[in-house]
């Protein structure tokens, strides 16, 4: 109809459902579906390179430890002695996420509540005094900071209600439950974690260190570490 205009194919295609598809998740909406594709590659792991950059974007800095040796241990290259990526996860590569999430999570958490909250990149919404039971307004405040949270390190668009949403709750709820029933603990966040955090605050309902802990988990999510 277009005289075979390549142009008006490429039209087409943009506007189609599938190629302005967000990714596989909204492309496979049927679970089923996705599970008869589990084994054909629709997922890769993020190089080293592509972690660092993912860093940067979500928090502003990069991590700065995927290079050199630690890259290569990651499945990254160095175009001598190892030239091909490795295509899937080893042990000493799962410590290296462990880790990576830890030291993020660690470097970022109390950093972002030092700022004010119009300023926050990760928890614009909630401050450190409200607690999980508290109350309904507290818990919803609790979820929606959640939601942003799911949204900005995962990319994923969570109901407030929703099960994984839930899921995490339970986590914050979880360690901050934990840490009101032990004694001595220290009203500050780890040594590590507010070094070089001017105007730090302190933490004596234990809530920055639970926001931490969700991060950490995370940032140990199949979302965040793959694609």
């Known amino acids: 109809k277009s005289g075979f205009h390549l142009r008006s194919a490429f039209k087409d295609w ?8 967000d990714g596989v998740v909204t492309a496979l909406t049927d679970p089923r579906r996705r599970l008869e594709l589990a084994d054909i590659g629709i997922y890769r792991m993020l190089s080293p ?3 660092e950059r993912k860093i940067h974007a979500i928090f502003g800095q990069r991590w700065g430890k995927l290079q050199g040796q630690i890259a290569v241990l990651y499945g990254g290259i160095d175009s001598r002695e190892v ?10 590569l799962g410590a290296i996420q462990r880790t990576l999430s830890n030291d993020v999570a660690c470097r970022h958490t109390l950093r972002d509540f030092a700022l004010p909250a119009s300023k926050r990149r990760l928890f614009p919404g909630i401050e450190p005094n409200v607690l999980p039971g508290s109350s309904g307004k507290a818990d919803e405040a609790i979820r929606r900071a959640i939601v942003h949270l799911h949204e900005h390190v995962l990319g994923r668009h969570d109901s407030v209600d929703s099960k994984e949403v839930s899921r995490t709750f339970e986590l914050f709820a979880g360690i901050v439950a934990d840490a009101r029933g032990r004694k001595g603990l220290d009203k500050r966040e780890a040594y590590p974690c507010r070094t070089g955090v001017p105007g730090a605050p302190d933490d004596p309902h234990y809530t920055i260190r639970a926001w931490r802990g969700v991060l950490t988990y995370l940032l140990r999510r199949p979302e965040f570490l793959y694609e």
């Not at 943009?14 to 598809?21: L, T």
């Not at 030239?83 to 000493?92: E, I, K, L």
């Open 14 to 21: 943009v506007v189609s459902d599938f190629y302005r598809a």
């Open 49 to 51: 390179e592509q972690v």
């Open 83 to 92: 030239t091909a990526r490795a295509p899937d996860p080893s042990g000493a």
